[in-house]
């Protein structure tokens, strides 16, 4: 008889909430407010260690081009990993700065204990996940935009999804792409790769060529263009399914 069994549900729930600190605007998610608070706060200590170093050095700020730094041991770590990944790639910094401080929150999250975290910046998430989960992909005007995602699995692991655009926002892009999402083990490598990766798309021949610049990346699993009414993919691509 059924009364001779316990049913138990688990319901899981989901904390999202908005961080709005100066130029940053991310969404935090988690299951446990304990872990958003973590998130925060980390973003504003990171925040602060960048902000600090740029007072004393505002050619970081601006630069299009690979920073060399000195006394690596005197850094703040968000420099440091800022600059490694994106002089991969020959560019800026600032290029990879919403990836980054995705990164370190989630980092603090699941050193906390959190198994589900999330942490989207301005479009460059930072994620690991004991569920599967969708990534949506906002392209502008294409038709592809707001209309499919990226599937993933449950994963341990860090991952980084960033996506870059030179027809959305306001961030510095000299190509043309509605979307160049990359897809890695880090979302500060993830947020530089997807700037350059966006800085080779200049219309739909480019496309196809435009991967050459990440390919040689050791970390990078894949990646995904939208140009207009194009989507050409590389790599080791999560399921793409339609929202």
Not at 9 to 38: H, P, Q
Not at 143 to 167: D, E, M, Q, W, Y
Request: proline share 2%.
């Amino acid at each position: 008889m059924i009364d001779k069994y316990k049913l138990t549900l688990l319901k899981i729930i989901e904390m999202k909430e908005s961080f709005r600190l100066k130029e940053t605007f991310a969404w935090i998610t988690a299951d446990e407010k304990t872990y958003v608070e973590i998130a925060k706060e980390e973003l504003n200590k990171r925040r602060k260690e960048l902000e600090k170093f740029v007072r004393w050095h505002p050619y970081f700020l601006v630069t299009l081009e690979s920073y060399q730094i000195e006394g690596k041991d005197k850094i703040p770590e968000i420099v440091t990993r800022m600059t490694e990944s994106a002089e991969k790639f020959g560019i800026g910094p600032m290029s990879a700065v919403a990836g980054t401080l995705a990164e370190f929150a989630v980092e603090a999250m699941h050193d906390a204990g959190a198994t589900y975290a999330m942490v989207d910046n301005g479009g460059d998430v930072a994620l690991i996940c004991d569920r599967e989960v969708l990534v949506g992909i906002y392209a502008g005007e294409s038709p592809f935009s707001n209309r499919i995602a990226l599937k993933l699995h449950p994963s341990s692991s860090l991952l980084g999804v960033c996506t870059s655009s030179g027809t959305v926002g306001h961030s510095i892009s000299f190509g043309n792409a509605d979307a160049a999402t990359v897809i890695s083990n880090s979302a500060s490598l993830s947020d530089a790769a997807a700037t350059a990766l966006g800085n080779s798309v200049t219309d739909a021949q480019s496309v196809s060529k435009a991967f050459g610049v990440i390919k040689h990346v050791e970390g990078i699993k894949g990646a995904l263009i939208i140009y207009k009414d194009t989507l050409a993919t590389w790599g080791e691509i999560p399921e793409i399914v339609k929202i």
